[in-house]
């Protein structure tokens, strides 16, 4: 058996650790929204300015993820936590734009564009195309308005 057929079993036994990296993403931003807000807005909670620090937190992980890429971990373990951005980014255009639904559907349009370019350009193994997918999909369902 090769490392790349070895790569793909772990890849489908293993496929369940973006969901910690997710769920450890949301939970960490929702520890800093509270504690922000409690600590700078505690009389007025709706004038917490929450779009920056979605799109801070989104802009903070690309950075984070862009130098993992230059690591030598192995592309499973970048692909898995590739997740996490591209659902912090998609939760943050749609609700950045939450009142106008063609908006952000052009701009998560766009995201996808731009990440699918990237990916082909550093052509990288189909597992980073499979957690693209992962992470759009988690932050359309979080995201979408009813």
Not at 46 to 61: K, T, V, Y
Not at 68 to 74: E, F, M, Q
Not at 86 to 95: D, E, K, P, S
Not at 140 to 146: E, G, R, S, V
Request: overall charge neutral; glycine content about 6%; proline content about 4%.
């Amino acid at each position: 058996m090769t490392y790349e057929e070895k790569g793909d079993i772990l890849w489908f036994t293993h496929s369940f650790n973006w969901i910690f990296e997710v769920v450890l993403i949301l939970t960490t931003y929702l520890g800093i929204y509270l504690g922000l807000e409690t600590l700078f807005y505690p009389t007025n909670p709706q004038g917490f300015p929450a779009d920056q620090l979605r799109i801070g937190l989104a802009c903070f992980l690309y950075i984070l993820f862009l130098g993992l890429i230059h690591t030598k971990l192995t592309d499973f373990w970048k692909a898995a936590l590739f997740v996490g951005p591209n659902c912090v980014a998609v939760i943050a255009i749609i609700l950045t734009f939450y009142d106008n639904t063609g908006l952000f559907l052009a701009l998560t349009t766009l995201f996808v564009l731009l990440s699918l370019i990237f990916m082909v350009k550093k052509k990288v193994v189909w597992y980073y195309y499979f957690a693209l997918v992962i992470g759009i999909f988690l932050g359309l369902f979080y995201a979408w308005p009813p």
